[in-house]
T-cell receptor, first 114, second 115 residues
Framework: KAGVTQTPRYLIKTRGQQVTLSCSPI?????VSWYQQTPGQGLQFLFE???????NKGNFPGRFSGRQFSNSRSEMNVSTLELGDSALYLC?????????????FGEGSRLTVL | DAKTTQPNSMESNEEEPVHLPCNHS???????IHWYRQLPSQGPEYVIH???SNVNNRMASLAIAEDRKSSTLILHRATLRDAAVYYC????????????????FGKGTLLTVNP
């Protein structure tokens, strides 16, 4: 059974640009959640999608957005990048959701903003 | 907000048991307690979760205090492969309507296993 796949694994952007990250969940998983990991803040929840609908949202500005497609694949977008957006972005899939279901994480997309 | 408190780091010797504590004094009645761990350069992986009763699986055991204000993850025989950051996580209700919430990952406990 294939795991959660995130692309790209590494990318470098400059301030003001935007970036789109992709996450392919485990087959059959309808919930995809996104997290930002930085050394200072640790792992922080961004948002969760279930059956193409954003079901939960963390405490991040509107520059951070996402969507989910009918095949459960998800993308997150960060517009007008800031230096502080440099982080490891992780996505996780589950059958039900982050609270009650086991989360399966991808290896992450490491974003560097210069 | 329901939060967790874990020691920053712990050390263990190989093949000895490890008890990783987590305090969650503001836990609500329907919060699940989850444990994940993150090995270097990898995404977190699920270890175990529970609500009220103690739980066991092939990786670990979870002991939950009777008042649910604390829990302990038990690795029965630590191996070098168990060296990781361990996160104790609770559901964290953000919206008073209950429809929105955020998962709160603390800073976790860095477990070092000595050979």
């Amino acid at each position: 059974k294939a795991g959660v796949t995130q692309t790209p694994r590494y990318l470098i952007k400059t301030r003001g640009q935007q970036v789109t990250l992709s996450c392919s969940p485990i087959s059959g998983h309808r919930s995809v959640s996104w997290y930002q990991q930085t050394p200072g803040q640790g792992l922080q929840f961004l948002f969760e999608y279930f059956s193409e609908t954003q079901r939960n949202k963390g405490n991040f500005p509107g520059r951070f957005s996402g969507r989910q497609f009918s095949n459960s694949r998800s993308e997150m977008n960060v517009s007008t990048l800031e230096l502080g957006d440099s982080a490891l972005y992780l996505c996780a899939s589950s059958v039900t959701g982050p609270n009650t279901g086991e989360l399966f994480f991808g290896e992450g997309s490491r974003l560097t903003v210069l | 907000d329901a939060k967790t408190t874990q020691p920053n780091s712990m050390e263990s010797n190989e093949e000895e048991p490890v008890h990783l504590p987590c305090n969650h004094s503001t836990i609500s009645g329907t919060d699940y307690i989850h444990w994940y761990r993150q090995l270097p350069s990898q995404g977190p992986e699920y270890v175990i979760h529970g609500l009220t009763s103690n739980v066991n699986n092939r990786m670990a055991s979870l002991a939950i205090a009777e008042d649910r204000k604390s829990s302990t993850l038990i690795l029965h025989r630590a191996t070098l492969r168990d060296a990781a950051v361990y996160y104790c996580i609770l559901r964290d209700v953000w919206d008073s309507g209950g429809s929105n919430y955020k998962l709160t990952f603390g800073k976790g406990t860095l477990l070092t296993v000595n050979p």
